[in-house]
């Protein structure tokens, strides 16, 4: 309901900042990430994948727990490589649920028609994919030496599948 308090909607305010063709919240049961970002460059289609989670507690700390389902779900994007349309088909089922009135659209920037044209393309041109963490129960001055490892090892997954880096953002 782009609730402006939300984490997800201030991620959208700073991807929205940097120009992309498509911004697509796709928060729900079977989602791809919260938000995807899709960038469409002379031979490259540049795609971001956003997993957001509130923190459970005002004070960012050491606090593993939020990581795991941000790890998993962060390990699970390179699905998405193995048949890059079936993201664009993915999304483009996602919007009529939205769409039967009980709440708002789904594409913050962009349409369904940009969705197709990428598809086509996805094809042929060459996918640069970024997965993107974003938790601010985690802090960056105080972070455990387990948040740390778990941080590492779904970086070293990422990269060593599918050469796919990995953002973190934080607090402090």
Not at 108 to 121: C, I, P, Y
Not at 142 to 170: H, K, Y
Request: a neutral charge.
């Amino acid at each position: 309901d782009r609730d402006p308090t939300s984490i997800q909607y201030r991620v959208i305010a700073e991807i929205r900042k940097r120009g992309p063709r498509v911004i697509f919240d796709d928060d729900d049961r079977g989602e791809s990430a919260d938000v995807v970002a899709i960038w469409e460059k002379t031979d490259t289609l540049e795609i971001e994948f956003w997993h957001c989670k509130y923190a459970m507690d005002v004070t960012p700390g050491k606090r593993i727990k939020e990581l795991y389902e941000l790890c998993g779900q962060a390990q699970k994007c390179i699905h998405w490589m193995q048949k890059p349309p079936d993201l664009f088909t993915h999304l483009m089922r996602r919007e009529p649920r939205r769409l039967l009135g009980r709440s708002a659209t789904r594409y913050e920037v962009g349409a369904v028609s940009d969705l197709m044209r990428l598809r086509e393309k996805a094809g042929s041109q060459r996918l640069l994919l970024r997965v993107n963490i974003v938790q601010p129960g985690l802090s960056k001055a105080e972070c455990s030496r387990d948040q740390l490892q778990l941080l590492a090892v779904t970086e070293d997954f990422l990269l060593g599948t599918r050469e796919i880096p990995l953002g973190i953002v934080a607090s402090d």
